[in-house]
């Protein structure tokens, strides 16, 4: 019987790097479903260490069918997806209302505005409006790069669009008037230090004394 | 052939008054949707006159299976409902986080405890302490009453009865220790009324100076 003499040692919490799978692999209908689950498991943390209260709402669903096979039992059988008619986010830091969206491109040069909803930026201005902090998480996969993108920002290219045509906001927008936010273990995509940094400093609510 | 004379005058937006539907055809599990819709009817008001935006998030569904009969079109068909984890409704009003539910009883007495998930209260005890203005809306049917129960009043109660074991608040704790919200034809449940004049005015939240 051969002795097993052990290896070279692995720090713990250091996994073995995976490969990234091929890019044919990558399956459209996901797209976006790793910085939504990226996005849960840093607002899980904020949770647990009372930093924010912040959830996703669920999926809204327009339901055409249900069966009751038992009492107190429902199984809907027939449904679909609907169009979501706010964002995906929304929640409580430091007292203050924040809301948001989660947007996620391959493209190395712009993010499509066709990505976002006119109703999702209609909901995002009333926020504003209100007093609310509203922004958008946007995920470049190909530079592995994550951007808070102020609300002012977005609406600004929005309206641009409907003027002009250009119908995307380019790469380069991101780098001069968004914010980069750091990325790590915990907390995943860490959206609240550049809320701390960059947006509460100057932020004033009407009617807040 | 007979003329027709014009018939007494009936104000416009004022229609002819439905019978309400004799007592033996309520239906127990359309339960807490007559309120339900007249808080969304108001929420509805309150964002065309841009006094809050206000939302019920979509009932949480868990997808089991979905069939995809065409290109983009997607069929659920096989799906059941969660238990919430969070409460129905949230949104931002002066800029401050609101969140909510919505209970409704037969009861002359009392509501049942047993209404309110316990996710709820701990979502609601999250929102509180993190700055945010957290209530139900409960409607007493029989009194056909709405009030504002302020978070703090129900978790009293809450807490006592896992101590005490009862298992419900009187409706004399309503009239003694939540509001009365006024019941019209539009704004048709105005809580925004009883956080006006009952909330705000002592209301401090930590960090916003």
Do not use: W
């Not at 919490?13 to 990234?20: A, F, L, M, T």
């Not at 689950?37 to 055409?64: F, G, H, M």
């Not at 609907?82 to 830091?93: A, H, L």
């Not at 006119?118 to 995920?139: K, W």
């Amino acid at each position: 019987m051969a002795l097993k003499y052990p290896g070279p040692k692995r720090p713990i919490n250091h996994p073995i790097p995976k490969k990234e799978p091929p890019k044919k692999l990558i399956n459209k209908s996901n797209m976006g479903q790793t910085l939504e689950n990226d996005v849960s498991i840093t607002n899980d943390y904020y949770l647990e260490t009372k930093r924010a209260v912040v959830y996703k709402k669920p999926t809204p669903i327009q339901i055409v069918h249900v069966n009751y096979p038992a009492r107190n039992k429902a199984k809907i059988t027939e449904a679909y997806y609907k169009i979501p008619s706010t964002t995906d986010f929304n929640g409580i830091y430091k007292g203050f209302y924040i809301d948001f969206d989660c947007k996620e491109t391959q493209s190395k040069t712009s993010i499509p505005l066709s990505n976002i909803h006119p109703h999702q930026i209609e909901h995002l201005r009333r926020i504003t409006a209100a007093g609310g902090i509203g922004f958008l998480i946007v995920y470049f996969a190909y530079y592995n790069e994550h951007y808070y993108l102020p609300f002012e920002v977005l609406y600004k290219y929005y309206m641009a669009s409907l003027e002009e045509g250009r119908k995307s906001i380019p790469y380069q927008v991101f780098k001069d008037e968004a914010y980069r936010i750091p990325f790590s273990y915990n907390p995943r995509v860490d959206y609240l230090s550049v809320i701390d940094e960059h947006i509460l400093p100057t932020f004033k609510i009407k009617g807040h004394e």
